[in-house]
C-alpha cells in the first residue's frame, strides 16, 4: 500500500522510521523522503497499530495491576484481530 504525503526532508524520513520502527517490530513500514510511506501487510499492520495504541492509554491508568490488565488485554485482542487477517 502506498500514501502519498507532502515531501518531507531526508532528515524527518529517518526519524520516522525510527519511530515506527520502535513502535512496531516486525512490521516493514518505510518513509520515504518524497513523503511515499509503504507497508507491507495492511491487516496485521492496523492490528498492530491498535495494539499499540492501547497499550499506551493503558499507561494513564496509572501503573499497578489495573495498567498490567489492560496491557494483557489490549495483548489478546492485538492477537485476536491478527488472527483474523
Given at each position: 500500500m502506498l500514501i502519498s504525503e507532502s515531501k518531507?526532508?531526508?532528515n524527518d524520513a529517518e526519524k520516522?522510521?525510527?519511530i515506527l520502527s520502535k513502535n512496531f517490530p516486525g512490521t516493514?513500514?518505510?518513509v520515504a523522503a518524497s513523503g511515499s510511506v509503504a507497508i507491507a501487510n495492511t491487516c496485521t499492520d492496523?492490528?498492530?497499530a491498535a495494539q499499540a495504541v492501547a497499550e499506551a492509554a493503558c499507561?494513564?491508568?496509572g501503573g499497578g495491576i489495573a495498567?498490567?490488565?489492560c496491557k494483557i488485554a489490549a495483548r489478546a485482542a492485538g492477537?485476536?484481530?491478527r488472527r483474523h487477517c
Open positions: 518531507l526532508s531526508a520516522i522510521n525510527a516493514t513500514v518505510q492496523v492490528c498492530n499507561e494513564g491508568l495498567t498490567t490488565v492477537d485476536e484481530c
